[in-house]
């Protein structure tokens, strides 16, 4: 179900408030790009800033405009066990076709917490992928406690930011070759997939949809010199966007496409000029400007 390129949607903002028209017309946009999946409210959708109601009218929004064409896989992480049952419970009613369930940050749960609050969320009874991210949430989810997690029905993958390649062949060991390993880091994507991974969570495919699924297409179909020509163009961008927070960084440069405005919420602010420099050599690299 999820596999290839899936943008981690930005959250557009106007005035301080949810650009839902915006959204709509990024959700269409992206799927005309060749994205073969949506991923709205993770941290790229700065879901630590959105009130409920706000994840909640995102998510319901993503899935109407989507319509079926693509899946959508609702963000619905909390370091609370119960505020991410109800994020999972929510996003089942609004018709997502899974849920993305970040590790709890700062309260630092041991693996065993971890196996815990995983078996809760799943037990909502829509598909979930767990996203390991040790760098945001100082806890990582190690391939053993991956494979207990595996053997839940509902637990059908995992979003891997930890930029360790060889997670990818312990957790085939741990949790099976059907187990879905998706990327959550754009730079290291292709040597993700060449291991065994299936696709990308990216945060650079909402500025450059078209070329990272083709990137994705590419590798899927072990054409991967086309698949390093392509990373070529984009390694650059990969890098630029995250000089600062990356959703700072991407949300500018969609800004210098026209897509949305480069707006975000503190305690995030706006890019500083060597960044915004850096960003448009990168997409000019790449093509884009």
């Not at 959708?45 to 995102?58: A, I």
Request: glycine share 10%.
């Amino acid at each position: 179900m999820f596999r290839g390129s899936l943008p981690a949607l930005v959250t557009p903002f106007k005035d301080g408030e949810l650009d839902l028209a915006t959204l709509k017309r990024l959700v269409d946009w992206h799927i005309d790009q060749g994205s073969r999946g949506l991923v709205p409210v993770g941290t790229t959708g700065e879901s630590p800033t959105l009130t409920h109601e706000e994840h909640d009218r995102v998510v319901a929004t993503v899935i109407d405009v989507a319509a079926g064409r693509v899946p959508v896989l609702a963000g619905a992480g909390s370091n609370s066990t119960r505020e991410a049952c109800r994020l999972v419970d929510a996003a089942k009613a609004a018709g997502a076709e899974g849920a993305l369930v970040v590790s709890p940050y700062y309260n630092k749960p041991t693996q065993a917490g971890l196996i815990a609050h995983f078996t809760a969320a799943a037990s909502r009874g829509l598909p979930l992928i767990v996203y390991n991210i040790p760098g945001r949430s100082v806890v990582d989810i190690s391939p053993q406690t991956m494979g207990e997690l595996a053997k839940l029905d509902t637990i059908i993958g995992v979003k891997d930011a930890t930029a360790d390649l060889s997670r990818v062949g312990q957790q085939r060991i741990t949790c099976g070759t059907d187990f879905i390993q998706l990327s959550g880091e754009d730079a290291t994507a292709v040597g993700y997939n060449a291991q065994g991974g299936v696709g990308c969570i990216s945060v650079t495919a909402n500025v450059a949809p078209a070329l990272c699924a083709q990137v994705q297409t590419a590798t899927l179909a072990g054409d991967y010199a086309t698949a390093l020509e392509l990373t070529d163009k984009l390694m650059p961008l990969h890098l630029a966007i995250f000089t600062e927070p990356g959703l700072v960084g991407v949300k500018y440069a969609m800004s210098r496409l026209g897509l949305c405005s480069e707006e975000v919420r503190l305690p995030l602010v706006p890019l500083t000029e060597p960044t915004r420099a850096k960003i448009d050599a990168a997409m000019e690299h790449a093509g884009l400007l």
